[in-house]
């Protein structure tokens, strides 16, 4: 099935960026369900239609985050998501990541191929200089994706945030513009 490449912010060989919106409610949630042994215990995306209304709703409406669904690019269905949170602008000109795959693209390369199409857009249109991820020491397949990305290792945070009724350590990894190569060798902007 050919993709509407008109509803894309970028594109990639196999997948295609674009912002959320409140109809993809159904699809989110079914995904998230679906999925749940994976996130488990590393992230809770919403899992019900009202809570991702109340999330995409945030993703849409703040200034101070952008939301990206990852879509394949053959039939377009949702393979995960990527969000930069906590946009801060002036002479910080930084974000904070928060990703997932959906466990029927986990392993693909799908989501590394999202975050890449994501970086591009951050530092290009968005006009942001750095992104960090904050990521659970024990989350081996985050490390990797963003290592993968070519984030690297800044530092620990002991207890740094309340995740599953327990406050959590996470490492800090974060790339900035001049680490990032540019668009991706395959990717094209819309």
Do not use: K
Request: glycine fraction near 14%; aromatic fraction near 10%; hydrophobic fraction near 45%.
């Amino acid at each position: 099935m050919a993709d509407d490449l008109g509803s894309y912010l970028a594109v990639g060989p196999r997948v295609g960026l674009r912002a959320f919106t409140l109809g993809d409610g159904e699809e989110f949630t079914a995904r998230a369900r679906e999925s749940r042994a994976l996130h488990e215990p590393w992230l809770f995306p919403p899992r019900t239609t009202e809570a991702y209304a109340a999330y995409a709703r945030q993703l849409i409406d703040d200034p101070a985050r952008a939301g990206f669904l990852v879509c394949e690019r053959e039939g377009g269905g949702i393979a995960g998501f990527v969000n930069i949170n906590n946009i801060v602008r002036g002479a910080f000109l930084s974000g904070a990541l928060g990703y997932g795959a959906f466990a029927h693209a986990a392993g693909r390369g799908l989501l590394s191929e999202g975050l890449g199409l994501v970086l591009t857009y951050a530092f290009g249109p968005l006009g942001l200089h750095r992104l960090e991820a904050n990521i659970q020491p024990g989350n081996t397949a985050s490390r990797a994706l963003v290592r993968r990305a070519g984030f690297r290792l800044e530092g620990f945070s002991p207890a740094m945030l309340f995740i599953d009724g327990a406050w959590r350590d996470h490492e800090r990894w974060a790339t900035t513009a001049e680490r990032w190569p540019g668009p991706a060798r395959d990717a094209q902007r819309l």
